[in-house]
């Protein structure tokens, strides 16, 4: 059974950093692209930042220049270094990847989130 488990949000200023790290862990044959969607309260999902496996990356327009996907293909591990972070940048985070198991198809996997909150 393959899962992403998050870790690395919380409670953090306006102008600090956090990063967030997912592996991805189990019977995985191959990874495609990885990624971070956030959601605030209210609000749709949506999405962050994506890096394939080759290591091209988009952003959300909000975050360019402040936060940085990066991924060990070794570890089946996605980063997200986020700097300057503002009070509208709170939301829950959820690492999403597409992933094709041993003897499985491809499919697309969401972890269950880290709460991300920027406030004085």
């Known amino acids: 059974q393959v899962q992403l488990v998050e870790s690395g949000g919380g409670l953090v200023q306006p102008g600090g950093s956090l990063r967030l790290s997912c592996a991805a862990s189990?019977?995985?044959?191959?990874?495609?692209?990885m990624g971070w969607y956030r959601q605030a309260p209210g609000k749709q999902r949506e999405l962050v930042a994506a890096?394939?496996?080759?290591?091209?990356?988009n952003y959300a327009d909000s975050v360019k220049g402040r936060f940085t996907i990066s991924r060990d293909n070794a570890k089946n591990t996605v980063y997200l270094q986020m700097n300057s972070l503002k009070p509208e940048d709170t939301a829950v985070y959820y690492c999403?990847?597409?992933?094709?198991?041993?003897?499985?198809?491809?499919?697309?996997?969401w972890g269950q989130g880290t709460q991300v909150t920027v406030s004085s």
């Open positions: 189990g019977s995985i044959f191959s990874i495609n692209a």
């Open positions: 890096i394939t496996s080759g290591g091209s990356t």
């Open positions: 999403n990847a597409g992933i094709k198991p041993y003897g499985g198809t491809w499919y697309n996997y």
